[in-house]
């Protein structure tokens, strides 16, 4: 068959009539071929540019666009048509001037070339581009169109890096490894070999049973796989084994991936080496829970255990006991030896406590010399439980006896042990551990180096102490307390002074003795302020006795306090009273005991100095009742020394007591120092004293302490 194009034409007279008629014909099959075959050629250029994923332009030598793929349209998300457009327009403007320049590099040379760039869509959305530029020349060689091909890169960067950040994570220091579904190991990192020690030539195709401690039981497993298959992850903490065969705390998270159709595929597993954490939180442990001296648990830890103790004693109705022990005189061990062969003691002590107890007894150290030991499970009936204690008791007294080495030093000691019972949850804590400090209490009062249980009649003597302890913090402000001044004389019997003594006249109780209150302020932390107003009281006072006529040398003595003592501004608080009053330094002499020589007695004999400086002072009371140094007794800085009334009770009656007498009134000579007895009753004792040398006296043989009305008229008659 042949295509052919035919063409007419109609010659007309001049009058309009058609004359004759004019015809061609031409064979146009091949033109017909060749435009079925272009258009057949732009079907399949359109059909390739579609489904290569590629975009296709054509670009003048300018960069508009000619002609542009329909995936480039898509891919703008605009079905207008380009062609005419600026290519470059659309670019990212940072990458605009990158582009352009290669462009017109094409142009130039003829020679085609890729670049990256990123484009920016309708929408505001960045692509990531790779284009390859080739050039059309027309028939002289010179290029006339531009044929770009892009390809949108974008999902591969990203894919890419991701790719790179989860190398860098895998590459982490914390270890991982990738098993697939049935738990195959097929992958592990750097961290994993220095954490476990198996490289991965060694851990690839094994299983994470390569690992396991023995630790852990069936269950323990059964309850991963089962969190594994119900959520999907499993953590927590885990006991492995090193290649070295070393067990290792770790903490372990393993993550289940799954594929499309929600099949497990692969298990990542993350593993920490927590063992120096754990052994943070053991040394955390071991500084809160336990006594850093002697490893032993501290009363926050026996605290923790008797409330344990006491609910299973309550379910289980079994009886237990509390074993406080305190050692007979530490503080002078570590006064004579110092406190490093006091700390030597303790250890051993500790030691053998925990050798005396059941492995499911507690020995605790609550501070000092003070040690509990808790006893459990003593059975149902209390006389059981007494017997068993008892039975503990006698034998950490038996071996707390024995001799210990301090050092090289031989030192023997003693326990003074209270105990009491406990039954269920009937007492709190702290009235067990009272309970069991007051029965210790009373082992010490009856002799130490003894047992004693409590007694519920040792719990009325608490209670009556606790009230008056109440009454007490509220006697300074109800003006309940009042000085009274016993006299001091000589041999003569003229008045040389007086020493104020504190009293305490209760509204109920009526007058309470000193002996009951002042230990208890000293305990209850009273005696500051208690102290405090006796000295201004006492400043006061001698400030206008003193200023009489005659009494110009008149000295009041003030006894004070070892808390008083040891505060840091105690000479201003001493000097500021003395200012207030308007009284003389010179007529006040501060009293101390011996017993608080044996503390910090550099710091002692500086405030002392300071205070004798301005005038104060000093009379060492009770002497010979204490241990202090005659090394130190030389260094402070004493007016005087008083002879404790002890021994001058039995002076006529015990030659030891009269030789102690004699031996302070030598001893106070010899040091240039005044001395005076102090319970002085008869003219005996006084003409004892005097016939040593001692003409200074206090006692009720010249008169009782006075209250201030008839100590004035005491002075009157003087």
Request: glycine share 8%; net charge negative; hydrophobic share 40%.
């Amino acid at each position: 068959m042949r295509w052919v194009a035919q063409r007419a034409e109609v010659e007309f007279a001049t009058d309009g009539r058609p004359l004759r008629t004019l015809g061609t014909s031409q064979d146009i099959t091949d033109r017909k071929e060749l435009e079925a075959s272009l258009r057949e050629q732009k079907e399949f250029f359109r059909l390739i540019s579609e489904s290569i994923g590629e975009h296709i332009a054509v670009l003048d030598l300018q960069g508009r666009r000619l002609y542009n793929s329909p995936s480039y349209r898509q891919f703008f998300g605009d079905t207008s048509e380009l062609p005419g457009t600026d290519s470059f327009a659309d670019i990212h403007p940072d990458d605009r001037a990158r582009v352009q320049e290669v462009f017109r590099q094409t142009v130039r040379s003829g020679v085609g070339q890729e670049i990256e760039y990123r484009l920016l869509r309708r929408d505001g959305g960045v692509r990531h581009m790779h284009s390859v530029g080739r050039v059309i020349r027309d028939q002289l060689g010179q290029p006339q169109r531009i044929v770009v091909v892009s390809h949108d890169r974008t999902d591969r960067r990203q894919a890419e890096q991701w790719e790179r950040i989860a190398a860098t994570a895998f590459e982490s220091e914390q270890g991982m490894f990738i098993t697939d579904a049935d738990g195959i190991i097929l992958r592990v990192n750097q961290a994993f070999t220095a954490i476990t020690g198996y490289s991965a030539a060694e851990a690839v195709g094994q299983t994470p049973r390569l690992l396991r401690s023995g630790r852990h039981d069936a269950l323990f497993y059964a309850a991963m796989r089962e969190s594994l298959a119900r959520t999907g992850a499993w953590q927590g903490e885990i006991w492995n084994r090193r290649k070295n065969d070393e067990i290792y705390p770790e903490w372990l998270t393993i993550s289940a991936v799954s594929d499309n159709q929600g099949r497990v595929t692969h298990y990542v597993s993350m593993l920490t080496d927590i063992t120096l954490r754990k052994a943070t939180q053991e040394e955390i442990k071991q500084l809160a829970f336990y006594d850093v001296l002697t490893g032993l648990p501290n009363r926050r830890l026996l605290q923790d255990r008797l409330r344990i103790a006491m609910a299973a004693s309550a379910r289980r109705e079994r009886q237990g006991a509390l074993l406080f022990i305190d050692l007979d005189n530490f503080k002078t061990l570590n006064d004579t030896l110092g406190h490093e062969k006091g700390d030597l003691l303790l250890q051993q002590v500790a030691s053998r406590l925990s050798d005396c107890v059941r492995e499911r007894d507690t020995v605790a150290r609550l501070g000092g010399d003070e040690f509990v030991v808790m006893l459990e499970d003593l059975g149902t009936r209390k006389e059981d439980a007494a017997g068993q204690s008892r039975i503990v008791g006698e034998k950490i007294l038996g071996i707390l006896n024995r001799p210990y080495d301090l050092g090289g030093h031989e030192y023997h000691n003693t326990p003074s042990i209270g105990i009491t019972l406990f039954e269920g949850q009937q007492d709190d804590i702290d009235e067990l551990m009272k309970r069991a400090d007051l029965a210790m209490y009373e082992a010490k009062a009856t002799g130490r180096n003894t047992l004693r249980f409590f007694d519920p009649r040792m719990q009325a003597v608490v209670s009556a102490r606790a009230a008056l302890e109440r009454d007490l913090r509220q006697a300074l402000q109800a003006g309940e307390f009042f000085l009274c001044y016993q006299p001091q004389v000589d041999h003569a019997g003229r008045l040389l002074g007086a020493e104020a003594l504190l009293r305490w006249q209760h509204a109920q109780r009526g007058l309470v003795s000193p002996g009951e209150f002042i230990p208890l302020a000293e305990e209850a932390g009273l005696i500051l302020p208690i102290g405090q107003w006796v000295l201004q009281t006492a400043c006061t006072q001698v400030a206008l006795w003193s200023a009489r006529a005659g009494r110009a040398d008149f000295s009041l003595s003030v006894n004070v306090s070892a808390r008083q003592l040891r505060q840091p501004n105690f000479v201003d608080q001493v000097l500021a009273a003395l200012d207030a009053a308007g009284a003389s330094p010179r007529n006040l002499k501060l009293e101390l005991t011996e017993s608080m020589l044996l503390d910090n007695v550099q710091e002692i004999i500086a405030k002392m100095t300071a205070l004798k400086a301005r005038g104060v002072g000093f009379s060492l009371d009770d002497f010979g009742t204490g241990y202090s140094s005659l090394s130190y007794l030389k260094r402070l800085p004493l007016d005087q020394l008083k002879i404790d009334q002890s021994f001058v009770r039995d002076l006529l009656n015990d030659a030891n007591d009269e030789a102690i007498a004699r031996t302070i009134v030598a001893l106070a000579h010899s040091l240039g120092l005044e001395v005076i007895a102090e319970g002085v009753e008869t003219v005996a004792q006084r003409n004892a004293l005097a016939g040593h040398g001692c003409h200074a006296y206090q006692g009720y043989l010249f008169s009782r302490p006075l209250p201030l009305a008839e100590f004035e008229a005491f002075l009157d008659r003087q």
